[in-house]
């Protein structure tokens, strides 16, 4: 997880994802930001995540982050 | 973070205005599990703090689903609530009622000159002169009550057209009964009688009452009849002429507060101009004769016993026409009477270069000539008795107090072509030579 | 019957007062009765139309649900049987499967969509090409199809992303297809925003009606106040706009934008008034967009259910496909590799301008497809193609180059967080939106370039290059009405912008007599400024001697 923050962390710079809680709802994510992450969650992770999990309630927080991505590894 | 809190993290849509509850899926309870459950405060959507049911649900697929409930009960209308708002409503009609009388101005001087007529008591007047222009500049009523004895209203308004005067005829003897009745014969002569602006200047300025609808159910064209019904949609827009519209009010409150009208709708133009030879031509048209007719036909059954058709002088010089005899045919069939005035100029003593304040209209020193010789011609051949109640009699004579004030106003104005704009009560009273103002 | 007439509302509170009569549970039948009766009475000829989309969705939809229970339950069954190879391959002829049905049901409405609204447009362009004259067809378009098919097609889409789960009541799903306060201008609604609350029969809320009357008021002060009054305005200066002098060119365009705000929000209010009063709360359409600044947020405060709508159902499928990714990684990995670790103040932001580019041309790439879809969903014409563009493109160039205007700034020591660069920030944007209604106006190109070029240079002087004066066609007691209306809205939505709040909630705080003397002047302004009813010309009246 921590590595995760870490990724996240250099892909967009001087963002408090370690508490942050409403990252999009306060739009320090806007769109771009998700694709990016999307797409390094597809390249680093191999998770493909489907336009139906692009919510706000998952991008919300990393810890949001990490459980969808668990749910969809599951699958 | 626990699971509850992040599933919370859901509910930040009610944080926003305008959410109130999310679909609660109905396979729910049978097929998830409750992974938990609680409550949290959220805004509602008035933005009101409140607690809320919410919790996290684990379908059997595995996929997330979150609930919110509402959780909170609305405020239920209670009998409170329908007394407010029945008090609401009625306060914002009665503002708007007031608002449409203010606003519903089609002509300032016909809407109080107008006003005043139904301001009169009943069967206190013996004559009763209906038309257009004519009859409120020719004739000055005080004028002919302190000469004669006589007491008269002009029920008119500019530009007056002849469907109207089957209604102002029924209007007149209904409140008046007078002894009798004037009409202007020219109104036949206008070619479009239901002209928009004519009709309002005299049914806008009628109060709601069943006479006012039923002309209007008459008279008005199709399109026009719910905006004469409803006259508020037409003069909502009247606001940029508040202050008209604010100047006819005061000027209603004054006649109030007397209790009757000074000057019973005479209005004059300070100035005079000198002859010039026009000629037009007097011919009635086809409306002319149906409303003619009309006329002619109610005032056969109605009660009155003195009816006489009068065409007035003025500046211009007229090609008569055949339709014109046949129009005093027409009268004198209907057994009522008809004088052509145009020819009296010097009987009335009528001086071309001073007395008109332009081709059609006698200015203060016209209507002076013309007033009593009106007056001595229907008193000769009408037998119209001057006897009134006490009550009558003394508020004519108040209004003829004012006369010679008004008149030497008028003169001096008139000498010095003031000019300008249509003179009414208001001006009259002014003081303009500073002898005092007349109050 | 459009929003603002007294039918409209007459229609309203009988609908409102049969809801609150029938029993709550059968309250949303009477809602779906009343969405019926309404696009009948207003749109009878096209009501097929609206019909056939809500059946084909609702069926479709269902159709849906039962391919993945059934593969739900066969998979269950088999569970043993099966190795994971044969479950593979039966989970993925299920997908095909599900894909081909919401494909026809897609297919199906935009299919009609399309037709009637880009025909005309298609073929004349179509018949250029091939030098052919095709035929064209004197179609008009159903009421609200342009909104009415986005939210059921949005709707199957969430079913078929096992999002939501279908509706089996074909009476329920009916009045989510064709709720009537929606159907004219909108909000495009979310199904699992909307539904619950539309089938949910709610009590008589005094807080409700209130609610409902306050917004309607608001809606009908924006729109028959202001916005009507500037169209006169619009409508005096538009015949002669190219030969406005500069002032009266920029005021025309301003004019403009600012009376499709007040009109379309205006109508937002009255639409999301009356669904108040029923209990239900509709999405927001606008939220104060002219504070935004950059044309990116502008769009998510500017008919926010379109734009929603896109980027869920268009632009993120797009964005994150594979195609779109693989292009990204191609492309971040075609420039030179770094031999060192790039500071983060480099000018691409700490990255390679090839990474920079690969990071960011996906979600570019989608903006200007969104955006071109955005302009044509407006109307079937290349202005509007053009419109889309322009807002697309100054996205694309602003997410291109933001490590380059960070850079510069940084550079120029210019501080970005204080109020006034959030100001500047604001006015460029408004600048930006206010040109772009060009697209609206100008007739080509030449002149939608000379017309900019104009705002640019305002000068004062006769209205038209002939010297001619041309009177902007309200009289000055009008443009007092409208300025102190707008500075009236300006004022509210400083204060919700400010305090993230409804003014309402501030309202309902104060003393009574003063909740009562601005409701009743609002209806009382509303009733006297509105500009309805017969000519509204002052100088009609005139004393005219026989």
């Known amino acids: 997880m921590q590595e995760f923050i870490e990724k996240l962390k250099k892909l967009k710079k001087g963002v408090d994802f370690e508490h942050e809680t409403a990252l999009f709802d306060n739009g320090l994510l806007d769109s771009f930001d998700v694709i990016q992450i999307i797409a390094m969650l597809d390249d680093d992770y191999d998770i493909t995540v489907p336009p139906s999990q692009i919510m706000p309630v998952n991008f919300n927080s990393a810890q949001a982050m990490w459980d969808m991505m668990k749910r969809l590894e599951d699958e | ?439 | 019957m459009t929003l603002t007439s007294l039918t409209f509302f007459g229609f309203v509170a009988a609908s409102l007062i049969v809801y609150y009569i029938v029993p709550k549970k059968w309250r949303y039948l009477v809602l779906l009765a009343a969405s019926l009766a309404f696009y009948g009475i207003v749109c009878f000829k096209y009501f097929p139309f609206i019909i056939f989309t809500a059946l084909s969705t609702w069926a479709g939809a269902l159709w849906l649900d039962k391919v993945a229970k059934d593969r739900k339950a066969l998979l269950k069954e088999h569970k043993a049987e099966w190795d994971s190879e044969q479950k593979k391959k039966f989970k993925h002829s299920t997908i095909i499967r599900r894909r081909w049905i919401l494909a026809l049901v897609l297919v199906l409405n935009f299919g009609i969509l399309a037709v009637l609204k880009y025909y005309n447009f298609l073929a004349e362009w179509f018949g250029n090409i091939i030098n052919m004259q095709l035929p064209m067809v004197g179609l008009l378009l159903p009421l609200g199809i342009s909104f009415y098919t986005f939210q059921s097609m949005g709707y199957i889409i969430d079913v078929y992303w096992e999002k939501t789960p279908a509706e089996k009541n074909i009476a329920r799903f009916g009045l989510f297809a064709t709720f009537f306060p929606q159907i004219i201008q909108g909000p495009i609604a979310i199904y699992s925003e909307l539904a619950g609350q539309l089938y949910e029969g709610h009590d008589l809320s005094y807080e409700n009606i209130k609610y409902g009357a306050q917004l309607i008021f608001w809606g009908l002060f924006k729109k028959m106040v202001i916005a009507d009054r500037l169209a006169v305005v619009f409508n005096t200066l538009f015949p002669v706009r190219n030969s406005l002098s500069n002032a009266y060119s920029l005021l025309l365009l301003v004019v403009y934008m600012v009376q499709l705000y007040m009109d379309f929000s205006g109508g937002i209010d009255i639409a999301r008034g009356v669904g108040c009063m029923f209990g239900i709360n509709m999405a927001e359409n606008f939220r104060r967009p002219f504070f935004s600044k950059s044309i990116s947020e502008f769009w998510r405060r500017w008919h926010i259910s379109l734009g929603k709508w896109l980027k869920t159902y268009l632009f993120y499928p797009m964005a994150v496909s594979k195609a779109f990714l693989r292009l990204g990684t191609w492309i971040s990995k075609r420039g030179k590799k770094p031999s060192e670790e790039i500071p983060d103040d480099s000018i691409w932001g700490g990255f390679t301008f090839a990474q920079h580019l690969g990071r960011v041309l996906p979600g570019c790439i989608g903006t200007l497809i969104t955006f071109f879809i955005v302009g044509m969903w407006h109307g079937a014409n290349w202005r509007y193609a053009g419109y889309g563009l322009w807002n697309g493109i100054i996205i694309l160039i602003s997410m291109i180059l933001e490590p380059v205007f960070k850079w510069l700034l940084r550079k120029l020591r210019i501080r970005v967080d204080t109020a006034g660069w959030r100001v500047f920030q604001m006015i460029r944007t408004a600048i930006l939106v206010v040109l772009s209604v060009v697209f609206d106006i100008a007739d080509n190109l030449a002149d939608g370039i000379s017309m900019i070029g104009k705002c640019f240079t305002p000068v004062l002087g006769p209205t038209t290059h002939l010297g001619t004066e041309v009177s902007t066609g309200i009289e000055a007691a009008d443009w007092i009405v409208v300025i102190t209306g707008l500075l009236i809205v300006f004022a509210v939505s400083l204060y919700q912008e400010k305090t993230g709040k409804h003014i309402r909630e501030s309202l309902s705080r104060q003393p009574l007599w003063i909740q009562w003397t601005l409701g009743i002047g609002c209806v009382v302004v509303v009733a006297i400024l509105g500009m309805y009813g017969p000519g509204v010309a002052s100088g009609e009246f005139v004393y005219m001697q026989f």
């Open chain 2, 1 to 439: 973070m626990d699971r509850f809190e992040a599933v919370c993290a859901v509910c930040a849509p009610c944080l926003h205005e305008g959410r109130t509850q999310h679909i609660l899926p109905r396979n729910l309870k049978n097929e998830s599990e409750v992974i938990s459950e609680g409550n949290h405060e959220s805004s509602n959507s008035s933005g009101a703090r409140e607690q809320r049911s919410c919790g996290a649900v684990r379908g059997p697929s595995k996929k997330f689903r979150v609930w919110t409930g509402s959780g909170h009960k609305e405020k239920i209308m209670k009998l409170k609530h329908w007394i407010k708002i029945a008090v609401f409503a009625a306060i914002t009609i009665g503002v708007l009622l007031y608002a449409s009388n203010l606003l519903r101005v089609a002509n300032e001087k016909d809407a109080v000159g107008i006003y005043g007529f139904y301001q009169e008591p009943e069967d206190s007047l013996d004559v009763v002169l209906i038309g257009s222009s004519y009859m409120y500049t020719y004739f000055y009523s005080p004028l002919a009550y302190e000469q004669y004895g006589l007491t008269s209203y002009a029920l008119a308004s500019s530009t007056m057209t002849a469907p109207l005067y089957r209604y102002a005829a029924e209007i007149a003897i209904e409140k008046q009964h007078p002894q009798l009745l004037v009409f202007e014969t020219g109104s036949f002569c206008y070619d479009i009688q239901q002209d928009e602006v004519s009709l309002r200047k005299f049914l806008d300025a009628l109060p709601d009452s069943e006479i006012r609808t039923r002309a209007i159910n008459d008279i008005v064209p199709e399109d026009l009849k719910s905006s004469f019904l409803f006259p508020f949609e037409k003069y909502h827009s009247s606001w940029n002429r508040i202050g008209e519209c604010l100047q006819v009010a005061q000027d209603k409150a004054d006649i109030r507060g007397k209790g009757y009208s000074i000057t019973k709708n005479y209005a004059t133009t300070p100035q005079y101009i000198s002859y010039s030879r026009q000629t037009r031509k007097y011919n009635i048209s086809e409306e002319g004769f149906k409303y003619l007719e009309i006329l002619l036909d109610y005032l056969k059954e109605a009660d009155i016993d003195n009816v006489l058709f009068v065409r007035f002088p003025d500046m211009y010089n007229y090609d008569v026409q055949d339709s014109y005899t046949k129009m005093i045919d027409m009268i004198r069939e209907a057994g009522f009477d008809f004088v052509n005035l145009a020819g009296a100029i010097d009987d009335i003593g009528i001086d071309m270069n001073k007395d008109f304040y332009n081709n059609s209209h006698l200015n203060i020193f016209g209507a002076q000539k013309f007033t009593p010789f009106f007056t001595d011609y229907i008193m000769k051949r009408y037998d119209i008795s001057t006897d009134h109640s006490p009550e009558t009699d003394a508020e004519w004579e108040d209004c003829a107090s004012y006369n010679d004030q008004i008149i030497a106003n008028m003169e001096y104005l008139t000498e010095n072509k003031a000019g300008g704009y249509l003179y009414t009560q208001r001006d009259f009273l002014a003081d303009y030579i500073g002898i005092g103002e007349a109050s």
